[in-house]
């Protein structure tokens, strides 16, 4: 390291940290006004829309349920809901590969790891 440095002037360090000081403020407020304005253009609240034919229907009283079954119904239900695009493939049209894959200098498998792996 040099020995000649020489710190900045004392009036330079306060114009620096007044400066900072300044430019938090302006920040502060800039985002205050732009925080403001987006809550005033942002989209409404929907409304929660309920249909008559269920406030007709008065609800059945159901016995209790075991945590156990609880978990096989909400599966079940989950199940039911879940859509996948396109057909379904029938099973006699899935083709299982003939060739397992082998790595490269690995030799050659069993007849019981062939198995396993079809």
Do not use: H
């Not at 609240?45 to 008065?58: F, G, H, L, M, V």
């Not at 879940?82 to 590969?97: H, S, Y």
């Amino acid at each position: 390291m040099s020995s000649d440095f020489q710190p900045p002037s004392k009036s330079l360090s306060i114009l620096a940290s007044v400066g900072g000081v300044v430019t938090g403020l302006i920040a502060i407020a800039i985002l205050n006004v732009w925080s403001k304005q987006v809550s005033k253009t942002s989209i409404e609240k929907p409304e929660i829309s309920t249909s008559q034919t269920a406030a007709r229907q008065p609800q059945k009283p159901q016995p209790p349920v075991s945590s156990a079954k609880e978990a096989e119904i909400v599966a079940s239900l989950d199940a039911k809901s879940v859509v996948l695009p396109g057909q379904p493939i029938p099973k006699n049209q899935l083709t299982v590969a003939i060739i397992p894959y082998i790595a490269p200098r690995v030799g050659k498998l069993t007849p019981e790891e062939t198995t396993t792996a079809r």
